[in-house]
């Protein structure tokens, strides 16, 4: 049967078949191809989208914006500040009323249950744009960013190193384990993902034919990986933590000495962005380098500025399957 997104909210990968998740990526290859021809569909003619942010974001929020522009459609930034949401109004009361104006609603936030809420009462397509838990969307853009480099996902070698249970590691776990790949989270024990999760992911990897590998150690964490994947040691609203991350995890900084002893001959290097590689940034001036050397993050091996202009065509995808004129 033809796949039919149409009026589905992107809230979780778990909501999604291992068909629906390539569906999303072909459409994204597609419309990346449109967009580099010139050519602009115009499939969200006449739409509004709201855009909710209780968080910063440079790429998200760009690739909405321009996304929705390229489409045809309207999109309305509502900031931290602008709003009433949880502050003078809750959030069933700002879904009813969203809902009534926007054809469409994108919601980066704290609490994972704020998008799920914003999702039962809006009766429009709900997509999540980052929560504590998850980062659906910027999978999408790895994945896409994966296919391009190897042709395919089945059975391939993808390490995660550093916090490992944030919601980085927590969406590549769960679509990798969808997708049959042999991946690893790599990180000291005291942050590894919650159980029920890994449960989850090791039930989808029996479905598969994905290995899920959870170690401490770096070596056999990367042996045989092709793509060694990092995100910042302290996520938005942890903050606090930072000093004893930096601690802590310092021995899963990805370094050239790593990507080589992969084994592989062109492994490669991602991050969702933003990344603390040097020391030429406000929160990075006294330490320098975090979770990847500024010689990695430069190196041939580092896809990561493709991976980041894929967040621009894996979010029209997502906007033109659930929302799209058919
Ligand atoms: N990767 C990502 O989500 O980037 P932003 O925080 O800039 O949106
Ligand atoms: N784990 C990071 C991802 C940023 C895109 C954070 O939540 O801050």
């Not at 959030?91 to 009534?100: F, I």
């Amino acid at each position: 049967m033809a796949i039919n997104l149409n009026g589905r909210h992107f809230l979780r990968l778990e909501d999604f078949t291992p068909e629906e998740i390539q569906y999303l990526l072909d459409l994204s290859a597609d419309l990346k191809r449109l967009k580099r021809a010139g050519v602009k569909p115009r499939n969200l003619e006449g739409k509004n989208v709201a855009l909710i942010f209780e968080k910063a974001s440079t790429r998200t929020r760009c690739a909405f914006v321009v996304a929705c522009v390229d489409e045809g459609a309207h999109p309305e930034y509502l900031g931290k500040g602008d709003i009433q949401l949880g502050k003078k109004e809750t959030v069933k009361d700002t879904a009813r009323v969203l809902g009534r104006m926007f054809d469409g609603i994108q919601f980066r936030g704290f609490k994972h249950e704020t998008v799920e809420e914003l999702a039962k009462y809006a009766g429009v397509p709900v997509w999540n744009g980052l929560t504590d838990k998850y980062h659906p969307t910027q999978v999408l853009a790895d994945f896409q960013t994966v296919i391009e480099n190897f042709g395919r996902l089945k059975d391939i070698g993808f390490a995660y190193l550093g916090d490992g249970r944030n919601n980085m590691a927590n969406t590549l776990m769960i679509g990798a384990a969808q997708m049959g790949m042999d991946f690893r989270i790599v990180a000291p024990r005291s942050l590894f993902p919650e159980k029920d999760l890994v449960h989850a992911a090791e039930r989808y990897a029996k479905e598969s034919g994905a290995r899920i590998t959870l170690t401490e150690d770096v070596e056999k964490g990367v042996k045989g990986a092709d793509v060694l994947y990092t995100d910042v040691w302290a996520s938005m609203g942890e903050e606090a933590e930072m000093a004893a991350r930096i601690k802590l995890l310092k021995p899963y900084q990805i370094t050239m000495k790593m990507m080589k002893a992969t084994g592989k001959e062109s492994p490669i290097f991602l991050h969702c962005l933003p990344a603390f590689h040097n020391h030429d940034t406000e929160v990075s001036r006294e330490v320098g380098a975090m979770e990847v050397t500024d010689e990695v993050f430069e190196s041939k091996h580092s896809k990561v500025f493709d991976q980041a202009e894929n967040r621009l065509h894996t979010i029209k995808a997502v906007m033109v399957a659930t929302l799209g004129v058919r």
